[in-house]
C-alpha cells in the first residue's frame, strides 16, 4: 500500500490548521465551569448613564473603573466622551464581550455574512481566506463557546482631527473546537476538552457619527 498519497494530506491538513491559528489568538488546555453569555452584536452610544466627566478628578467612575484616568488611554476615553456624552465605557466593554463571542463563533462556523458585518474590510479578508481555505482542503470545525474568563481593557486612542476612536481589549475565552477532514477523522482538538484562547483586539469607531456600530480593526494575541 502506498502512504504517501496519505502523508501529503496530513501534512496539507496541519499547515492550515496552523495557518487558521494566525487569524486568531492562542490556545491552551483549561477546564473551567461553563458561563451562559448572550449573543447580540455590539452597539455604539449607549442609554445615558449620569456619569460626569470631569477629567483628572477620579469622580468619573464609568472610566476610572476600567483604566487610570491620567493615563494616555484614560485621557483618550474622556475625549471620546467630550465628543458624544452618551459614551459609556462600561457598556462598551459589555458589548464587546457580546461581540467576541459572536465573531469567534461566526468564524468557527464560516459564518463570512456575519463577520463582514463587525470586521474592517482588510480584516474581514484575513478572516475570508482562512474559512476558504479550510473549506477547500474537506476541514470542518465543530465548536461550542463556553464563556469569556477575562476581558480588559488595555488601551484607548482617540483622534480628535477626525473623531476617530480606537479600544484595544484582551479577551480570555473558553470553548471547545475540533477540525475534522473530509472522512470525518479528527485533525485537531478533542469535543471534550474546553480550550482557553487569549485574544488582543481593536475596535474603531467614528464619535460622533450616526454609525453606532464599533469595528473590529486588528487582532493579535
Known sequence: MNL?????????????VLKLRSVLGTRT???PKPDNLP???MRGPAPDTGF????????DRDIADHVDLDSDAGQALIQMKRVEPDFSVTEFMSGSKQAYEMILMAYENGDLKTL???LAPDVYRGFEEAV????EAGLTVEARFVGVREVKLKDARFDDM???ADIVVRFVGELTSVVRNAEGQVVEGDPQAIKRQ???WTFSRVMGSENPNWLLVATGA
Open 29 to 31: 488546555g483549561f477546564e
Open 4 to 16: 504517501m498519497p496519505l502523508l501529503v494530506l496530513a501534512a496539507v491538513a496541519v499547515f492550515l
Open 132 to 135: 476558504e481555505q479550510r473549506a
Open 39 to 41: 449573543r447580540p452584536p
Open 162 to 164: 477626525d473623531n476617530v
Open 52 to 59: 460626569e466627566v470631569i477629567e483628572g478628578d477620579g469622580k
Open 198 to 200: 487569549s485574544d488582543v
Open 116 to 118: 463582514e458585518q463587525f
